[in-house]
């Protein structure tokens, strides 16, 4: 599964933007997709996460009631919608796949190149 993230950009404190990672290949749909984050200086951390058929999602507290993560096997894409921004979500966006639920990167097999998301006034 290859993998392509686009929709970032600057956007204001409070403001929204939506991610997209689409893949290639017939096999998107049996993937878990995830999303994760590296901060300038930090480590890569987990944003969320969603099953193959949509019914189970899981995300990081610290973007609990604010992002969302929703797919569309038909298109192979998955999305984040990220509202609410702050500064401190600031970082380069990455989209991932793995078979199974997990948290954990090294457990994703397939990663996307990121896209760079800035959040400042």
């Known amino acids: 599964v290859q993998l392509q993230a686009s929709g970032g950009g600057l956007v204001q404190p409070g403001g929204s933007l939506r991610l997209s990672c689409a893949a290639s290949?017939?096999?998107?749909?049996?993937?878990?997709m995830g999303w994760f984050r590296q901060a300038p200086g930090k480590e890569r951390q987990f944003v969320g996460t969603?099953?193959?058929?949509?019914?189970?999602?899981a995300y990081a507290d610290f973007v609990k009631g604010r992002f969302t993560i929703t797919r569309d096997n038909a298109k192979n894409t998955v999305y984040l919608q990220m509202n609410s921004l702050k500064p401190e979500d600031t970082a380069v966006y990455y989209c991932?796949?793995?078979?199974?639920?997990?948290?954990?990167?090294?457990?994703?097999?397939?990663w996307g190149q990121g896209t760079l998301v800035t959040v400042s006034s």
């Open positions: 290949g017939r096999t998107f749909r049996n993937y878990y």
């Open positions: 991932a796949a793995v078979g199974y639920y997990t948290i954990s990167e090294d457990s994703y097999d397939y």
């Open positions: 969603i099953s193959q058929n949509s019914y189970n999602t």
